[in-house]
């Protein structure tokens, strides 16, 4: 089983970059699809990117597609989000995500999650 503890959430003005990271513990990480997710107040949890086993591919929400890049290395452990342009409606709790098999948007298809950071963006 992994465990995957999240860092780099604050508060930014919008126009602003942050980088999230994701360090995982356990067993190997590069068996593990890794995905970032948000949820803000009130709204659903959401898909916002996806990062394949050795990092070959990627796969973004429209709402953050030419904004945030998503990166893995295997030889750390750790996954990245780089989000820059950021916008108030970027706000949200941040969450990543690992699953052994799914490579995806579903948020419930992942078996892994961290236990979030909070990312705020001020007008």
């Not at 290395?73 to 970027?90: G, I, R």
Request: with cysteine; aromatic share 16%; hydrophobic share 35%.
């Amino acid at each position: 089983q992994v465990q995957l503890v999240e860092s780099g959430g604050g508060l930014v003005q919008a126009g602003g970059s942050l980088r999230l990271s994701c360090a995982a513990s356990g067993p190997t990480f590069s068996s593990y699809v890794m995905g970032w997710f948000r949820q803000a107040p009130g709204k659903e949890r959401e898909f916002v990117a996806a990062i394949s086993w050795s990092g070959g591919s990627t796969y973004y929400a429209d709402s953050v597609k030419g904004r945030f890049t998503i990166s893995r290395d295997n030889a750390k452990n750790t996954v990245y989000l780089q989000m820059n342009s950021l916008k108030p409606e970027d706000t949200a709790v941040y969450y990543c995500a690992a699953d052994l098999d799914f490579y995806g948007s579903s948020w419930y298809e992942y078996d892994y999650w961290g236990q979030g950071t909070q990312v705020t963006v001020s007008s």
